[in-house]
């Protein structure tokens, strides 16, 4: 009986001994910011005090990290700083897709006096991921010494950070182009009628300030299956319905509302989808997004391929290819075609 007590306090005392040497462990992997169990995520030490740079936190599989003091590290670009345009093409794009930019860069975006008006465009873009990523920064360095277009700003370039992108652009142009009237968010895979938007925005009835137009989704149902890519569960957003918001494909803004959207963000927590978020920021500013004067002007999934007398009344519409965006573009310029 004796030698088995022994036996069973020397086996208490080895599973003790052993706990204690894991419990070190995890303190210190959670001081190196390399532990990512909930709970012990950022935990730091005496050594961390003289850290700068803060712990980075996940916020959820809902929620993106903004604000944080994201910087911009490419900005050569002289518009709005050296330019007051009239209408700023502004280009969310990924790094890597430098054909959809030359594309642009041959068609729509390459517009710079429509209607008398000047029209500039600027691609907006984070950081490259990938094991490939530093050679795709240098790329993008090279690309914008040729063409003075791109602003980068230092997050993580993603699907679930379009938010993040969204926010930065709209830093970026109340820093730097208060003085432009006008700026259209359009995602690289659309067709631009660059014309019928600029003719839509001088007409006396469009307002100067607090605007927002585009194809607006009014009434839209907070998904609560879970199954569903933009599922929302009841506790990020209790609402059955969002705040009216125009889709994130394409949408234009009087630029009076970047620095009034970016003035109550910090009070509604970001959601990754952009432009719900939007549209909770205009609906704590009271204001509310207009419809176009014609349905016709914003389409999200049309018939393809487009008639003339379509591409003569669209302002934005979603294309499948380069090619036939370049196609539409062309087509567009010729004489209007009659209905």
Request: proline share 8%; hydrophobic share 40%; net charge negative.
């Amino acid at each position: 009986m004796e030698d088995g007590g022994r036996l069973l306090k020397h086996i208490f005392t080895s599973i003790l001994g052993a706990v204690t040497v894991f419990l070190v462990y995890l303190y210190f992997d959670g001081e190196s910011g390399s532990w990512d169990a909930p709970g012990l995520r950022g935990v730091t030490g005496p050594s961390s005090a003289a850290v700068a740079e803060p712990q980075w936190q996940d916020p959820g599989p809902y929620h993106v990290a903004y604000p944080q003091n994201y910087t911009f590290i490419m900005d050569e670009t002289l518009t709005c700083k050296r330019t007051t345009p009239f209408l700023l093409l502004m280009v969310p794009v990924a790094p890597g897709d430098v054909a959809a930019r030359d594309a642009i860069r041959r068609t729509w975006g390459n517009e710079k006096l429509v209607l008398g008006q000047l029209v500039e465009t600027v691609f907006i873009l984070g950081l490259p991921g990938g094991t490939d990523a530093e050679q795709q920064q240098e790329k993008l360095e090279q690309e914008n010494l040729q063409h003075r277009d791109l602003i980068q700003s230092n997050f993580q370039d993603s699907y679930r950070n379009l938010t993040i992108k969204t926010m930065v652009m709209l830093e970026w142009l109340a820093a730097h182009c208060v003085r432009a009237s006008y700026a259209i968010k359009i995602d690289s895979d659309m067709l631009l009628h660059v014309q019928n938007l600029v003719k839509l925005l001088l007409d006396p009835s469009t307002v100067k300030q607090n605007y927002m137009t585009g194809l607006v989704w009014w009434h839209s149902p907070v998904l609560r299956n879970p199954f569903n890519k933009f599922y929302m569960p009841r506790d990020v957003i209790a609402e059955p319905e969002y705040p009216p918001y125009p889709l994130g494909m394409a949408y234009v803004m009087s630029l009076d509302l970047p620095g009034k959207i970016l003035g109550v963000s910090p009070q509604i927590k970001p959601l990754y989808i952009e432009d719900v978020y939007l549209g909770m920021c205009l609906k704590r500013l009271g204001i509310s997004p207009t419809d176009p004067p014609e349905n016709t002007m914003f389409i999200v999934d049309p018939l393809h391929p487009l008639s003339g007398c379509s591409l003569s009344k669209v302002i934005a519409v979603t294309t499948t290819s380069i090619p036939q965006m370049a196609s539409y573009w062309q087509r567009s310029r010729q004489p209007e075609a009659k209905c």
